[in-house]
């Protein structure tokens, strides 16, 4: 996630840019207090587009974080499929303003998109929305927070693991989503196949955790006796990949494009092996998924933090969204003198 003084900085550095994109909240239900990142924003009248990908039951208010549209974003998709019960790819955009030119929009979503849209999928939306709304209108979400706080409580029974809650002060973590790590020192992947082999499928691993979706209405908690057993696998499983205390996202917070993308555009590309790849200019953007937070964008300088992160990525055999070659260890990189 993308916290104030680190949105504030960039803001300062690029005043005026022709937009910011946040995604909020992340995968793992982090979400952070999002007006004051968007006031700042509309101070110099930069639009703010929320990819809310996995806070459309954000609507329901408390226990869960604020939706960004009442924070006042402009621009905002949902992925009602994830957490509302709507169909695979149903999706909300809303708009919020405007600064938003409605035509412009319109426009470019007949380009984009398919002209002959899915009627069951647009039903199914229309059936979450309405479930949303009922929710609302008869006051359950009490029952639901109760539900959830009962389902943490038995994961929280669970030996041998832990559940973990955001690192830095001022982020809510929405109540549907909970990360468990090995107190073992198991990698989340490790923890996965432990998870799985007894019938509670994880929605991702990562290197350190995984995370559980859990249901909105759902009142199905795992028997203690299923919890004891999942607790005793972790303890008698030997740790193959400790997870790591130190790699963790590269920590330089806001970082600047070298070159103007038509500059950029007029410089060839190589491959190179990643390590050649450090202070290159990559030619391609490299995203490990889930939770698809992109480690390297195209245009932009890479670290030799990076590259040992990503090294380390593709030795644990993560999926990366990017080109093949990543798996031979190579990135396709910019060659910085433009084309002859
Ligand atoms: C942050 C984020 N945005 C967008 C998407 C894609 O949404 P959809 O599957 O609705 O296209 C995902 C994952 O699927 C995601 O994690």
């Known amino acids: 996630h993308i916290l104030y003084e680190t949105a504030k900085d960039a803001i300062s550095q690029y005043p005026h840019a022709n937009g910011i994109v946040l995604t909020y909240p992340n995968y793992y239900g982090h979400a952070v207090d999002l007006k004051p990142i968007i006031e700042e924003a509309h101070q110099h009248d930069i639009p703010v587009l929320v990819d809310e990908a996995h806070g459309a039951h954000f609507v329901l208010g408390h226990p869960f974080p604020q939706s960004s549209l009442k924070a006042g974003a402009d621009v905002v998709v949902q992925s009602a499929h994830k957490t509302l019960p709507a169909m695979t790819m149903g999706s909300y955009l809303h708009m919020n303003s405007r600064r938003i030119n409605r035509d412009r929009l319109t426009y470019y979503l007949s380009v984009l998109q398919s002209s002959s849209p899915s009627y069951p999928i647009m039903a199914s939306l229309d059936i979450a929305r309405a479930y949303a709304e009922d929710i609302m209108k008869t006051n359950r979400t009490a029952d639901i927070e109760k539900e959830l706080i009962?389902?943490?409580?038995?994961?929280?029974?669970?030996?041998?693991?832990?559940?973990?809650?955001?690192?830095?002060?001022?982020?809510?973590?929405?109540?549907?989503?909970?990360?468990?790590?090995?107190?073992?020192?198991?990698?989340?992947?490790?923890?996965?196949?432990?998870?799985?082999?007894?019938?509670?499928?994880?929605?991702?691993?990562?290197?350190?955790?995984?995370?559980?979706?859990?249901?909105?209405?759902?009142?199905?908690?795992?028997?203690?006796?299923?919890?004891?057993?999942?607790?005793?696998?972790?303890?008698?499983?030997?740790?193959?990949?400790?997870?790591?205390?130190?790699?963790?996202?590269?920590?330089?917070?806001?970082?600047?494009?070298?070159?103007?993308?038509?500059?950029?555009?007029?410089?060839?590309?190589?491959?190179?092996?990643?390590?050649?790849?450090?202070?290159?200019?990559?030619?391609?953007?490299?995203?490990?998924?889930?939770?698809?937070?992109?480690?390297?964008?195209?245009?932009?300088?890479?670290?030799?933090?990076?590259?040992?992160?990503?090294?380390?990525?593709?030795?644990?055999?993560?999926?990366?969204?990017?080109?093949?070659?990543?798996?031979?260890?190579?990135?396709?990189?910019?060659?910085?003198?433009?084309?002859?």
């Open 150 to 340: 009962n389902m943490r409580e038995v994961f929280s029974q669970m030996n041998g693991a832990e559940i973990v809650e955001p690192a830095d002060a001022g982020i809510q973590q929405d109540p549907l989503k909970l990360s468990v790590r090995s107190a073992y020192g198991h990698s989340g992947f490790e923890l996965k196949s432990i998870f799985e082999a007894n019938g509670i499928h994880p929605e991702l691993a990562d290197e350190r955790q995984v995370l559980l979706v859990l249901p909105l209405e759902g009142k199905n908690k795992p028997a203690p006796e299923l919890i004891r057993t999942i607790g005793k696998e972790i303890k008698d499983t030997a740790v193959q990949h400790d997870h790591p205390a130190g790699i963790g996202i590269p920590s330089e917070k806001v970082t600047a494009v070298p070159y103007r993308k038509s500059k950029l555009s007029a410089f060839k590309k190589e491959s190179v092996p990643f390590a050649e790849a450090a202070g290159r200019i990559s030619a391609e953007p490299v995203i490990p998924y889930p939770p698809g937070i992109p480690l390297i964008m195209a245009g932009e300088r890479i670290t030799k933090e990076t590259i040992s992160l990503l090294t380390r990525l593709v030795d644990l055999n993560v999926h990366i969204q990017g080109s093949n070659q990543l798996k031979q260890k190579q990135l396709t990189v910019y060659i910085e003198e433009e084309k002859s």
